[in-house]
């Protein structure tokens, strides 16, 4: 028997009011630990995408300040210039933000010099190209015309995104670039599998087999250089002269379309269908009947 009265094994009415104070004491404590653990983990995922985004726009402000590369070799005037035996002529490359360096026609030699400004895309340029590679290749190979080429972008917006002016252009930089004795014959094959405005052109595989078609000399280099559109910062400043002018050893003063062909710097302005007219017209250009023939047979004009 106890001496502490019926209540004594119970706790009292106090008691019980203290314990649950300090039960929800506990529980309140336990809260506020969950409430900072919960911020912390938020406030550290916020700070990881803040980070994220942070490199993301730094990446993309540093690659749009990034000052260009240098151009391709061989193309110090922004083209590249084809001679006898579809033979490159050699040039330096030009350092970024250097001006081109026009080349200087030897008008002494009677040698037709043939420029073109071609957008891989321009179904015009793929018109004249058909219709006119046959007789320029005859007239370079054999040596009575040289001709420069020059690749600009002015059609990416064609390309449904895939920047094909651009990817295609600097293709071509690629080959002058490393393998400069196929160009002709690169050029050549670019126009013939030419694809149609508003598609997104070759992809970059299909290229790379172009390459390998033209026998070039450094398929490796120049797949790594299509991969990494290497010339691009080139190929668009390249576009930017052309279009702004003034073209050298000429009286035109920029590109205003695709192709723009001059002859000992003389626009043609014919048809872009007929080969005997343009054959024509270097004959009165070049003020030498004898030293520009017909070629044989004469190619097919496009439809």
Same mark, same amino acid.
């Given at each position: 028997m106890t001496n502490g009265g019926p209540d004594d094994s119970r706790l009292s009415k106090n008691q019980r009011r203290e314990a649950a104070r300090e039960k929800a004491k506990q529980l309140r404590e336990e809260q506020r630990k969950k409430d900072i653990r919960n911020?912390?983990?938020?406030?550290?995922? @916020?700070?990881? +995408?803040?980070? =994220?985004? #942070? #490199? $993301?726009?730094?990446?993309v402000i540093t690659s749009t300040l990034k000052p260009a590369g240098p151009g391709p070799l061989n193309m110090a005037s922004d083209g /590249?210039?084809?001679?006898?035996?579809?033979?490159?002529?050699?040039?330096?490359?030009?350092? &970024?933000? !250097?001006?081109? +360096?026009?080349?200087?026609?030897?008008?002494?030699s009677g040698v037709v010099d043939i420029r073109m400004y071609v957008d891989y895309m321009c179904?015009?340029?793929?018109?004249? !190209?058909?219709? *006119? *590679? &046959?007789? /320029? $290749?005859?007239? #370079?190979?054999?040596?009575i015309a040289t001709v420069e080429i020059h690749p600009l972008s002015i059609l990416d917006r064609s390309s449904l995104g895939s920047k094909y002016s651009t990817r295609s252009? *600097? &293709?071509a930089a690629c080959v002058a670039n490393y393998s400069p004795d196929q160009f002709w014959a690169f050029n050549g094959l670019l126009f013939s599998n030419q694809p149609a405005e508003q598609t997104e $052109? @070759?992809?970059?595989?299909?290229?790379?087999?172009? +390459?390998?078609? =033209?026998?070039?000399t450094a398929q490796g280099d120049i797949d790594t250089c299509i991969d990494d559109t290497q010339f691009r910062g080139w190929v668009a400043d390249a576009t930017s002269r052309a279009l702004q002018g003034p073209l050298p050893n000429s009286d035109e003063k920029a590109v205003t379309g695709?192709?723009?062909?001059? +002859?000992n710097g003389q626009k043609y302005s014919g048809s872009l269908t007929d080969a005997d007219a343009f054959s024509?017209?270097?004959?009165?250009v070049s003020g030498d009947e004898s030293s520009t023939p017909t070629p044989t047979p004469t190619p097919t004009a496009a439809g």
């Open positions: 911020r912390v983990i938020l406030i550290s995922s @916020l700070s990881v +995408v803040v980070i =994220a985004i #942070v #490199v $993301g726009i730094t990446l /590249i210039t084809i001679g006898t035996d579809f033979t490159a002529v050699t040039t330096p490359a030009l350092a &970024a933000g !250097e001006d081109p +360096v026009p080349t200087t026609p030897d008008t002494s179904p015009f340029c793929g018109q004249f !190209e058909s219709t *006119n *590679n &046959a007789q /320029i $290749g005859d007239w #370079v190979k054999s040596g252009a *600097n &293709a $052109g @070759l992809d970059d595989d299909t290229l790379k087999d172009l +390459v390998s078609q =033209a026998g070039v695709t192709p723009t062909v001059l +002859v024509s017209f270097v004959l009165q």
